[in-house]
């Protein structure tokens, strides 16, 4: 037995950021799933009743038909029928892009870990639009930055803020980076507009720092919304190609087939200028050395096939009914205790609690209930706002959600 223990004492400590790592809020909410009649209001899944599934059935068979090559390893950059197809998608939402400018990653995650690998170091300074997507503030935790927050309201980032900001930092506390999900953000819903998108750019040049602009749900637009522009602004990368003109565009473009094809497929990409798309493919040839060659193969056939449109169609469609069953729930009737903002688009509705409710006693009661969300202090990196929340209406039936709404409504009842 003592042997046992010196044994393990002796053994070398963890890295200092895994010592007592926090896992993803999000994911530590799954136990609750596994109750029986549990409505889920929490993770953003697509919809499994709008997988393509025989479209994807049939890119599968014609991959396995290119050859041994779609069983090998591959490029680290990614196979080129899939960036030739990727690229002709930037090009559809504004951008200047080519094949060699796109990196095929293993979901947009890893691609965003392979820019904090390459640009942040230890004490860096970060900034990010809060609330802000959890699993960006897990990875700039564990690389050690010093996360700024950066203020949002019904528009977007807010770049006045992000100004003053700046102009006060010393010169050695300014950025490296600045991430935002300007299209329907994670988990606000919100869309920036122009005029920010090119004030942010502009503050990227004037001050030196890359801008990552994560779109996952850029495509998933709900028609005839109230108070939005009728076109959707340029892509924050677009805008930087026109600003930065022949120098150096600060944006990095990250998107990802999880929300419009199936996340399964884990294919996500990056847009970047060669210097620093160069740099992070030697960081993905150590972390995975590439993306599965059969899945690029199948994506590459999928979006080859001409199915893409329609899919990202009926999935625009669904999630407005499922959107509006849930806003309107929520905002007719009994007064709910919980008030929140029609989303342009996306899979997401934040909402703020009255000032009555005890967010614990909520949420343990909307989990009797059987109903679960995610509770907004998963959102913040430092004095989380409590009385807020976020909701995902892409999984559930429109029935589910109704239902749900019930239950919170019960739940409100209970923790006032």
Known sequence: MNQNVNQHTSLAAFAAPFAEPAGSPIRELFPYLSRPGMISLAGGYPSPSLFDAEGLAQAAQQAMTQGSATLQYSATEGLPELREALAL??????????AADILVTTGSQQAFDL???????????????????????????????????????????????????LAALPAAQRPKLLYSVPNFSNPRGTLLTGERRAALVQLALQYGFWVVEDDPYGELRFDDVSGLPETMPATVRGTGQRLAE????PVVYLSSLSKT?????????????????RRCTVAKQTADLCTSALTQMVAAC?????????????ARQEYQRRMQALVQGLSTGPDSGIRCSRPAGGMFVWAELDRSIHPQKLF???????VIYVPGKAFYPADPDLHTLRMSFAAPEVAQIEQA????????????
């Open 302 to 314: 999928y979006l080859q096939s001409g199915r893409y449109p329609a899919t990202v169609q009926r």
């Open 115 to 165: 820019l904090v690998r390459v640009l942040v170091e230890p004490g860096d300074t970060v900034l990010v639009e809060v609330p802000a997507y959890p699993a960006t503030l897990q990875a700039l935790r564990l690389a050690q930055a010093r996360i700024l927050p950066i203020p949002m309201d019904e528009h977007g980032l807010q770049t006045e803020a992000l100004a003053e900001l």
């Open 405 to 416: 709404v019930e239950r919170l409504r019960t739940a409100v009842q209970q923790s006032r």
């Open 261 to 277: 094809v199936a996340p399964a497929l884990r294919v996500g990409w990056m847009l970047a200028d060669a210097p620093l798309l």
């Open 246 to 249: 022949a120098g150096h565009n």
């Open 89 to 98: 998608q930037a090009q559809e939402r504004g951008m200047q892009a080519t």
């Open 364 to 370: 343990d009661a909307a989990v009797a209930q059987g």
